[in-house]
């Protein structure tokens, strides 16, 4: 996929002026895990962006339980790195892909055009035995002038009237059980909201790899890749590898509902369904 990259092809361009690395490691059991882990050791260039502190505003009434970051502090975060528009940036995680993709997809929705995820992660990289280390990095500071496409975001108005109007495909990427409603171990009310489908993030990838374009094609098969998507998860996390995927397999109108079901359970007047 276009917008991955193995991890043979990050090592042969670790000495490139153009590269930068982000690692975005993090825990949604530990918060303090994925600065831990960096401070530990990671890629030789990489510098830490956190999922709450960087990627995330602060939680408020409404907005879901990882509310978009203020743009204006995440972009002087990036140039701050050494990061502009110029930049190929490879960000990774663990492995598990999600929380490298919200980093992407926080790049792509500010107008980057050299943004990419490491198939595999750390944990990718660890196999092939390549380099890691404890150093701290250190980059001129660069200028980006941000090129906000705001055709990748649903508001939650949108979401509220495609939800009752089904003018546009809304996605569930949480785990099965939640979208039914049998579980719900983070938010108040379990269940969906109405009308959309169910497409579990996690069938996009493979033991921490990214599935080819063509199983990813045939993942969304039964979907016509003309209409208007909006994906949607928990909290705005998990559902960007499904924004990624869908984009990836040919789908064009895909937005991505940032606060999600954690935001649409925080309107008490909101419909929630369960079961199929």
Not at 47 to 57: I, K, P, W
Not at 142 to 157: C, G, N, Q, R, W
Not at 199 to 207: A, P, V
Not at 209 to 224: A, T
Request: aromatic share 10%.
């Amino acid at each position: 996929m276009k917008s991955i990259k193995s991890v043979q092809w990050l090592f042969e361009r670790l000495d490139s002026t153009f590269l930068r690395v982000i690692d975005c490691r993090f825990s949604l059991k530990d918060s303090s895990y994925g600065i831990k882990a960096f401070q530990e050791n990671h890629i030789p260039g990489a510098v830490f962006f956190d999922l709450e502190q960087d990627l995330s505003g602060p939680v408020q009434t409404h907005g879901g339980r990882h509310p978009l970051p203020d743009l204006q502090v995440l972009i002087g975060k990036l140039e701050n790195n050494g990061i502009g528009n110029d930049e190929i940036v490879v960000i990774y995680d663990d492995g598990e892909g999600c929380f490298a993709a919200r980093c992407w997809w926080l790049l792509t929705y500010l107008g980057h055009e050299h943004v990419f995820i490491l198939d595999g992660g750390l944990a990718a990289w660890k196999d092939h035995r390549y380099p890691l280390t404890r150093e701290a990095t250190n980059k001129k500071k660069a200028v980006f002038i941000p090129s906000i496409k705001t055709d990748m975001l649903a508001s939650y108005e949108e979401v509220k009237q495609r939800s009752q109007d089904r003018k546009a495909i809304l996605i569930d990427s949480r785990a099965k059980e939640r979208y039914l409603g049998l579980v719900e171990p983070l938010d108040r009310i379990a269940g969906h909201i109405p009308n959309a489908l169910h497409y579990d993030w996690t069938d996009g990838l493979e033991q921490g790899h990214w599935k080819s374009v063509e199983s990813q094609k045939h993942r969304f098969s039964k979907l016509n890749a003309d209409d208007e998507v909006i994906v949607y998860c928990g909290s705005g996390v998990s559902a960007t590898p499904n924004v990624l995927t869908l984009l990836e397999s040919g789908f064009e109108k895909v937005k991505l509902y940032a606060g999600s079901y954690s935001d649409w359970i925080s309107y008490p007047e909101n419909p929630v369904e369960t079961g199929e």
